[in-house]
């Protein structure tokens, strides 16, 4: 077993799948049990924290690009938040087990989730709103009509920041902590397996997707 470090290199070799690394993998299974499942929906979110986590580093380089430092924040933020709430293709993370006994962190994700959802998203947070202006000049005559766009330029507060680093780092370490306490168990329920029922495991399979998909939700069972 080896540490998961992001994305490994697959390769297709007379059809069939080959993952970089196993040499002398004759082929590669799909585990299907309710265990794999939340291994399989775990390493979603891990991979999407560990982005969240590299980008907020790349975050913190970008003093003098403002355009990108929102953006990235943008990015981050969803990408953070995809972890939880309703989700019909994996299951997602509970700030309450997440955050258990942590109530300041609690309030903290609580805040960027409102933040996320009414101004970085949606746009509707009373923080931030746009004011129809109209200069007048000294008679009184209309010189001009403006739009004046208020909202907090969260990307240069610090403190705000680091909050959010904070959020995204105590996540992953849980994540990797269940990890951690699921794979002996998933270990043991395969090895447990007799020859026949690992030789009846169907081939692991990729078939890429068509436009269309980008409209489908996938099923929680596929692995």
């Known amino acids: 077993m080896r540490t998961y470090t992001g994305p490994t290199d697959i390769s297709l070799i007379d059809g069939r799948m080959h993952v970089e690394g196993y040499p002398d993998a004759e082929r ?22 560990m982005f969240s986590e590299q980008a907020m580093q790349e975050f913190g380089l970008m003093a003098e690009r403002p355009l990108a430092r929102e953006a990235i924040l943008v990015g981050v933020v969803a990408k953070y938040f995809s972890c939880f709430g309703d989700n019909k293709a994996a299951a997602s993370l509970s700030a309450d087990r997440v955050f258990k006994n942590m109530p300041d962190a609690k309030r903290c994700f609580e805040y960027w989730k409102a933040l996320r959802d009414k101004h970085l998203i949606h746009n509707e947070s009373a923080i931030s709103h746009m004011v129809t202006g109209v200069v007048f000049g000294p008679r009184a005559e209309v010189q001009d009509i403006l739009s004046l766009q208020m909202l907090p330029a969260l990307d240069l507060d610090h403190e705000h920041c680091q909050l959010l680093y904070n959020l995204i780092d105590h996540t992953l370490k849980f994540v990797r902590d269940e990890i ?44």
């Open 28 to 49: 590669v299974g799909a585990l299907e049990t309710p265990m794999a499942r939340r291994l399989a929906d775990l390493r979603l979110h891990e991979s999407a924290l």
């Open 180 to 223: 951690a306490n699921l794979l002996p168990r998933i270990f043991k329920e395969t090895n447990d397996m007799t020859i026949a029922e690992r030789l009846i495991l169907k081939d692991v399979v990729y078939t890429v997707p068509g436009s269309d998909a980008a409209f489908a939700t996938r099923s929680p069972n596929r692995s």
